[in-house]
C-alpha cells in the first residue's frame, strides 16, 4: 500500500533538495572507486545525501571525529539519535532523508527517492521496498537548530535547543 505524502512542509529548500537529487541521476561522481570522502572504495551514499542537502540550502552537521560530512550512515537510520535541525516524521515527503539498515536516500516523490547503487546515482524505491517498514524519515526543520560557534578551520558546532527554550518561545 503506497504511503501517503503530506504536503505540511512544502518550502523552497524542501523542493530543492528533491530537484538537485533528481538532476543527479544518472552520476558516477559517488562511485566507491573515488577518492573523495569517505575514502576509496567505501560507499558514498551519505556524501551523496549530504552534498545534495547542502546545496539545497538544508543544513546537515559534520561529524566532529574525522571532519566527515554529514552524519554517519547509521545515525540517519536510529530514531534515537538526534540530528540538528533533522525531526524524525511519519509521513515522508519530496526533501526528505529516508534511511534504512544504514543507507540513506532523499525522497523525490510518492514511494520513490535517489540514492546511490553500485556507484551510480538512481531513482528506487529504496525505503519504500516491502521490508523497509521501519525505515526512518527525517526532515529538515531549520526552526530547530541552535546557536552556531566556529571551532576551527571547517569545524562547526551546532546545540539544539532545549525543550524549556522552546517552549518559553
Not at 108 to 135: I, L, P, R, Y
Request: glycine letters at 8%; one cysteine or more.
Amino acid at each position: 500500500m503506497p504511503v501517503p505524502i503530506r504536503k505540511e512542509s512544502d518550502s523552497a529548500v524542501h523542493r530543492n533538495i528533491a530537484r538537485l537529487a533528481k538532476l543527479k541521476v544518472g552520476s558516477k561522481d559517488f562511485s566507491k572507486d573515488l577518492p573523495k570522502e569517505p575514502g576509496c572504495g567505501l560507499e558514498k551514499h551519505n556524501k551523496f545525501v549530504g552534498e545534495v542537502c547542502l546545496s539545497a540550502g538544508a543544513y546537515v552537521p559534520r561529524r566532529i571525529i574525522n571532519n566527515v560530512l554529514p552524519e554517519n550512515t547509521g545515525d540517519w537510520s536510529d530514531r534515537a539519535t538526534s540530528i540538528p535541525g533533522w525531526n524524525v516524521v511519519v509521513y515522508p515527503q519530496p526533501g526528505d532523508v529516508i534511511a534504512y539498515n544504514g543507507r540513506p536516500a532523499i525522497v523525490v516523490s510518492q514511494n520513490t527517492s535517489v540514492t546511490v547503487v553500485d556507484g551510480m546515482v538512481k531513482e528506487t524505491n529504496w525505503g519504500f521496498k516491502v521490508g523497509h517498514e521501519n525505515a526512518v524519515v527525517r526532515r529538515f526543520l531549520p526552526k530547530n537548530i541552535g546557536p552556531v560557534s566556529v571551532v576551527g578551520p571547517k569545524r562547526v558546532r551546532f546545540s539544539q535547543r532545549d525543550s524549556s527554550e522552546t517552549a518559553s518561545q
